[in-house]
């Protein structure tokens, strides 16, 4: 990195600007400042620049010196876009660790890190904002005929509009458009979060006089006696509760929606929309003064007293023990400290209820960022981070990368979650991991929350590297749920099987309908057949994009890939055979649906799954009719085993257990329990016990009985010396390559030559090159090299770099032509 320059510059003197570009580029590249922006250019501020022959791009700048780059001559600057630094000296740092550590560069982190509105480039594509009244009289030449233009063509991108106004610099018109939230950036168009809203009811002030009271019901009496009842059954709700809901009202008096309006017309009630949690948790709320049960009070003083020594500690609590009343305890303190806090959930849409529980105690001081926000919305969050406006800071994964100054506390909830885990594109950090490096930084506390930890967590705590505080029963003396194992074999031998439920579940589900409560059905495979198999010559339909088999779908009657999204219309013919003996094997969520509502016809039935939940708000409806009791039966993937907390819920049901537990890795079992644990946990969460029934063909497994004890220590000691025999975390470190190549005989050479170039340096601890299970994807074949090095007595900083240094001199050879590789560090 370039040295600082002193910020007191000569009207004259040179300054080159190292900057990191949103690209996977090995380097930074260096420009040379113009002599009239030397003293706006700085560390951390968003510069314009040309990259190749005519991209722009939106770049950061990482340092600033007065040397010139030896081997190229420097461009200069078009643009510096920002008053002061968007990127603080501390993220920059970060971003460095990330793509160091995650073997990626610089600018795929930062690509990563920024919001959208933050990184425009020249293929940006730029909207009208839909919600945007625009006063066209208030527009500058530039702005008005950007806006025109985006009314006949409603996308355009940057480049177009470096055409339309006929000059290269265009940025900061676009800024100033966005800042006025005159214009969209498409990245947020396609999905925009919306918060469920809820009407409420309030009364005139002028009628709290006795005497316009008096005047007004026997006005109403007389006229309009049903909109008497409605204000009479408001002013009685009104003593039992702060605030009225419409629906509340109508419920409570008979009275009609056109009742309500006629009474709003006539400025009697005010109607107020506001913002509401699509999560049960009212009956559940915390007073602004809530006390702790004795085992919460424990674990909180075990927390506290381990912080004196440790900076990160494992909090292992029993699902629904209360875990969020001591997280919130804990952001208490830090805020009282002076300190900003980072409070991770694996799934924002899954835990929208934690978001209101925090906006309780801390209303406006708490932000919330995710990836469903519109745009807009995230730069707002980042620019009130900056500002220290917000202390709180509530997010997914990507809140990692917000630019905090003063971070005190960091939360991770559902620390064993894989959500935390990036995949694609780099960097493909974890999360938890970045959290705990980044609280290091700033010599903030790291709290980890789950009832089912991860074996790296659980193991870190129990050697003493982390802190370990326990719970180990619910909130409220709540019973954990009763788990019955049913063998499906025995079942189908006694003929008692209906479709795919036993006789135990049907007679469980038939109990909670008729006791008017609700049920949640598990099955972790989506769609309706996964394989179509002709009977005669078993011809399977494929993918021609992918090596996998394609999935029937009922609802479309379309073969679907679950990969790349390729499907065609359902056979009936075999195309190999020409036979019309097709049958479907197996079964998902979607045939589950469909038999659910043959054996039970009365039942309201609904699906949460990627299908269901693509379109717009699907997930929040889907809960919210939950919530209202709109849905009997809720049949779901690993969805419904994340952050439901229903009142009713009493009976679970996971119809095939042994597709988790016989999947081929080496977390299976941890993953099994953590899953099985995980959905067990939504029955019986408020004062009734809960059942579960696991329906099995191996009633016998370890890992079943395990679940029914709840005994998580004993699965880990059973499966820890495992882990440690055959070379796996946690105690040894992993790192996955994957090469990619359209041609299968070229992959080959090139797997196999990276794998004898890898050997030279690390030995046996290369396996590979191996086919994955799924070994082409989006037609490009695939083989696997894994690496497995100790964690002691090894130098991973030197290993990375090794690595880095045979994949560079791989790609100066002729035989990387074509080839993609993707380094996955800690790959889980």
């Not at 990330?98 to 795929?108: I, M, P, Q, R, T």
């Not at 601890?765 to 994955?772: A, C, F, K, L, N």
């Not at 560079?808 to 560090?825: E, N």
Request: glycine share 4%; charged share 25%.
């Amino acid at each position: 990195m370039l040295e600082f320059a002193d910020n007191h510059h000569t009207d004259r003197l040179t300054l080159f600007a190292e900057v990191i570009l949103p690209l996977a580029i090995a380097k930074n590249y260096t420009y040379r400042v113009p002599y009239e922006m030397n003293d706006a250019v700085a560390v951390g501020k968003r510069v314009m620049v040309q990259f190749g022959k005519s991209k722009l791009y939106t770049a950061i700048v990482a340092g600033i010196g007065t040397e010139a780059p030896q081997k190229y001559e420097a461009k200069y600057l078009l643009e510096v876009l920002d008053d002061r630094p968007v990127v603080t000296q501390q993220q920059l740092e970060f971003w460095k660790w990330l793509a160091d550590y995650y073997l990626c560069n610089v600018g795929e982190v930062m690509a990563a890190a920024l919001p959208a509105a933050l990184k425009l480039a020249s293929e940006t594509k730029i909207m009208l904002n839909p919600d945007g009244n625009i006063d066209r009289s208030l527009l500058h030449d530039k702005e008005f005929l950007i806006v025109d233009a985006l009314d006949i063509q409603p996308i355009l991108s940057v480049s177009d509009i470096v055409k339309l106004l006929g000059q290269k610099i265009v940025m900061p018109v676009l800024k100033s458009m966005f800042d006025k939230n005159i214009i969209h950036i498409s990245e947020e168009v396609s999905e925009r979060y919306k918060p469920r809203k809820r009407s409420y009811i309030k009364l005139n002030s002028l009628y709290n006089e006795p005497d316009m009271r008096r005047e007004l019901f026997a006005e109403l009496e007389r006229r309009a006696p049903k909109q008497a009842d409605a204000v009479l059954a408001y002013l009685k709700l009104s003593r039992e509760q702060p605030l009225v809901s419409k629906n509340d009202l109508m419920e409570a008096s008979g009275a009609s929606a056109a009742i309500i309006k006629a009474l709003s017309d006539k400025e009697v009630f005010y109607i107020e929309e506001r913002n509401v949690s699509r999560l049960y948790y009212e009956e559940f709320d915390l007073a602004a003064n809530f006390e702790l049960s004795e085992a919460q009070q424990n674990a909180l003083t075990d927390i506290q007293n381990h912080f004196k020594e440790k900076e990160v500690v494992l909090l292992h609590g029993v699902t629904s023990s209360g875990k969020t009343e001591i997280y919130i305890r804990l952001v208490e303190e830090a805020l009282h400290a002076g300190k900003q806090v980072l409070y991770l959930l694996p799934e924002i849409a899954l835990t929208t209820h934690v978001i209101e529980r925090l906006r309780k105690y801390f209303g406006n001081d708490i932000g919330v960022y995710h990836s469903r926000f519109n745009d807009n919305e995230r730069v707002e969050v980042w620019q009130k981070v900056l500002n220290h406006e917000y202390k709180v800071v509530l997010g997914a994964r990507s809140a990692v990368f917000l630019p905090f100054d003063n971070l005190g506390l960091v939360v991770v909830d559902e620390e064993h979650e894989t959500s935390y885990k990036q995949f694609d594109p780099a960097p493909r950090y974890n999360a938890r991991d970045a959290a705990i490096y980044l609280a290091g930084r700033y010599q903030a506390k790291v709290l980890l929350g789950s009832a089912t930890p991860s074996f790296e967590s659980y193991f870190n705590a129990r050697t003493g590297k982390f802190g370990l505080a326990e719970i180990t029963e619910r909130f409220g003396g709540v019973s954990l749920p009763e788990i019955e194992v049913v063998s499906i074999t025995e079942e189908t031998k006694k003929k008692t099987m209906q479709s795919h439920f036993s006789s135990v579940l049907m007679n469980d589900i038939q109990t909670a309908l008729t006791n008017k409560e609700q049920v949640i059905l598990f099955q972790n495979r989506r769609g309706y057949a996964p394989v179509l198999v002709c009977r005669v010559c078993a011809f399977t339909p494929k993918c021609i994009n992918c090596d996998v088999s394609l999935t029937y779908h009922k609802s479309s009657a379309h073969l679907h890939c679950h990969y790349c999204g390729y499907k065609e219309e359902s056979l009936s013919v075999c195309p190999a055979c020409g036979s019309t003996h097709l049958e479907y094997k197996g079964f998902g969520t979607e045939k589950i649906e469909d038999e659910l509502q043959v054996l039970l016809p009365d039942a309201r039935i609904a699906r949460m799954d990627l299908d269901t939940t693509r379109a717009r708000n699907a997930y929040q409806n889907l809960l919210n009719d939950l919530e209202e009791k709109r849905i009997d039966i809720l049949v779901g993937t690993q969805m419904v085993a994340k952050g439901l907390d229903f009142a009713d819920v009493t009976v679970i049901g996971i119809i095939n257990a042994d597709s988790l537990l016989k999947y081929p890795d080496y977390r299976a079992n941890e993953r099994s329990f953590q899953m099985l644990a995980q959905v067990s946990g939504r029955a019986g969460r408020r004062g009734k016990q809960g059942k579960v029934v696991i329906q099995t063909y191996n009633p016998q497994h370890r890992v079943i009985g395990q679940v029914i004890s709840n005994d998580y220590k004993e699965l880990y000691l059973s499966e820890i010396d495992e882990r440690k025999n055959f070379k796996y975390p946690p105690f040894y470190r992993i790192i996955q390559m994957d090469i990619k190549h359209k041609d299968a005989e070229k992959l080959h050479y090139q797997a196999e030559y990276l794998a004898v170039e890898l050997r030279k340096h690390f030995g046996d601890r290369v396996i590979g090159p191996e086919y994955p299970l799924v070994s082409r994807i989006r037609n490009f074949y695939i083989k696997s090299i894994m690496l497995k090095f100790e964690k002691d007595n090894i130098s991973i900083v030197k290993v990375k770099s090794v690595i880095r240094d045979v994949i560079l001199q791989f790609q100066t050879t002729q035989l990387s032509k074509g080839c993609i590789i993707q380094p996955d560090v800690d790959p889980y």
